[in-house]
């Protein structure tokens, strides 16, 4: 952790702070499978989808959500050392889609290790009803959980054109619910996508700064292989243009779209990362996700600017 006070809020130094060990998340692979696949909202998934490039090696189904904690933990230890506490993370696929009895089962067997202080729940927001809600409600009373909702992007337009299957105002709603039921709601937003540019991603902002959430991913956009954007990209499609960016105005554009961001609103993550051999592009020389960071928090200084410089000025 660094000496010096961070110029935006951050995930790591939250957890830490709050539980006064470092947390390590745990991804789960829990067998769960997605409407947006199964011809329940829509068949094929986001056209950016590829769950295998971002689920660890050790995630998969056919393990139990104990042996799977297990493994992730030794994993962990033996890489990093320092974590003595988890989060058991429901990643792949829409890990609120099943019964509420079955959820119960699930989650509840990853907080019956004694190492792990809560859940982080990937989800897609029409995964969600009232019951859920208010089960998950209850469960924050007792532990850390955050439900991760996937917004992606505040443009309809483009949600369309991703074949995302939901509207943002669909996405607002339930964001909305959750947190108004006291459940800490954490979303994801990639930029590049097929139709933006500099002006409309940045707009979107003000639209986060509406929500109650408690924290946020951005994603670069990243072409992954075995996905219907590979297919778009390989073929040239004169639909399809994202807006690839270079790691340095990458690095620019998060400065400038934080500034405006709400400060209470902790950042998880600036960028995404899958292993090379699923990746089509953008590649930025193979950095990883602690180096990006690296050079973000330096390029805040550079800047001489901080999450939320701007915010204040409008507010
Ligand atoms: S990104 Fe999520 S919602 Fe979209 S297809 Fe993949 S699992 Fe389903």
């Given at each position: 952790m660094s000496a010096t006070p961070l110029r935006y809020n951050n995930y790591s130094q939250n957890l830490t702070k709050q539980f006064g060990v470092r947390l390590q998340k745990l991804s789960i692979d829990a067998g769960f499978s997605c409407p947006n696949r199964d011809g329940t909202i829509g068949t094929g998934g986001c056209t950016f989808c590829n769950n295998d490039a971002f689920n660890p090696s050790y995630c998969t189904p056919q393990k139990s959500v104990t042996q799977q904690i297990q493994e992730g933990k030794s994993f962990h230890q033996f890489r990093y050392?320092?974590?003595s506490k988890y989060l058991a993370y429901f990643q792949a696929?829409?890990?609120?889609?099943?019964p509420i009895e079955k959820l119960k089962s699930l989650y509840e067997e990853a907080l019956s290790d004694i190492d792990v202080v809560g859940l982080v729940i990937g989800t897609?927001?029409?995964?969600?009803?009232e019951e859920k809600l208010n089960y998950l409600a209850e469960l924050s009373k007792s532990y850390y959980i955050v439900l991760e909702i996937g917004v992606e992007s505040c443009y309809n337009d483009t949600l369309k054109l991703i074949n995302r299957g939901h509207t943002f105002e669909d996405a607002e709603f339930w964001i909305k619910k959750a947190a108004d039921l006291g459940i800490k709601v954490g979303v994801h937003l990639i930029f590049g996508?097929?139709?933006?540019?500099r002006e409309k991603m940045l707009a979107q902002v003000q639209k986060i700064n509406q929500l109650p959430i408690y924290s946020i991913k951005f994603h670069q956009l990243q072409i992954i292989k075995g996905t219907k954007m590979e297919q778009q990209f390989l073929e040239n499609d004169p639909n399809f243009k994202p807006l690839f960016f270079e790691l340095d105005d990458y690095l620019d554009f998060v400065v400038d779209f934080i500034e405006q961001l709400r400060p209470d609103i902790i950042i998880e993550r600036i960028a995404g990362e899958v292993p090379p051999r699923f990746q089509v592009g953008p590649v930025w020389g193979g950095i990883r996700n602690d180096q990006i960071m690296v050079q973000f928090e330096k390029r805040l200084a550079e800047r001489e600017t901080f999450q939320g410089r701007t915010f204040f000025k409008k507010a």
């Open positions: 050392k320092r974590a696929y829409s890990n609120t889609y099943a897609r927001c029409d995964c969600l009803d996508m097929p139709d933006d540019t």
